[in-house]
């Protein structure tokens, strides 16, 4: 079992910058990938940033260069650092890990936090 649990949501003007942190625990050696994920109101999911376990971060497209993510695979632990925030960037954050490696086994079955909101003000 895992459990992902995010911290740093908030409202923030448009133009400034927020730091969102998810820590993982629970029964598993390591995760191959951890991330976020955002949804906004009347919009479906979406690909914010996801971190391998080697490092290498796949963006989406409307945060590149603006969001950096990382992640400590010691702590299990991921962050994202968002700067020149929009208000098209207000919405739900989840945190998302996936490849739960177990003694030998990974297993791959998306795992979600709950969700933390970011209102970015005009």
């Known amino acids: 079992q895992v459990r992902l649990v995010e911290s740093g949501g908030g409202l923030v003007q448009a133009g400034g910058s927020l730091t969102l942190s998810c820590a993982a625990s629970?029964?598993?050696?390591?995760?191959?990938?951890m991330g976020w994920y955002r949804q906004a109101p009347g919009k479906q999911r979406e690909l914010v940033a996801v971190?391998?376990?080697?490092?290498?971060?796949n963006y989406g497209a409307a945060v590149k260069g603006r969001f950096t993510a990382a992640r400590d695979n010691a702590k299990n632990t991921v962050s994202l650092q968002m700067n020149t925030l929009k208000p098209e960037d207000t919405g739900v954050y989840y945190c998302?890990?996936?490849?739960?490696?177990?003694?030998?086994?990974?297993?791959?079955?998306?795992?979600w936090g709950k969700g933390i909101l970011v209102t970015v003000s005009s």
């Open positions: 971190v391998d376990r080697e490092g290498s971060t």
């Open positions: 998302y890990a996936d490849g739960v490696k177990k003694y030998i086994v990974t297993q791959w079955s998306a795992k």
């Open positions: 629970g029964n598993f050696a390591s995760l191959k990938k």
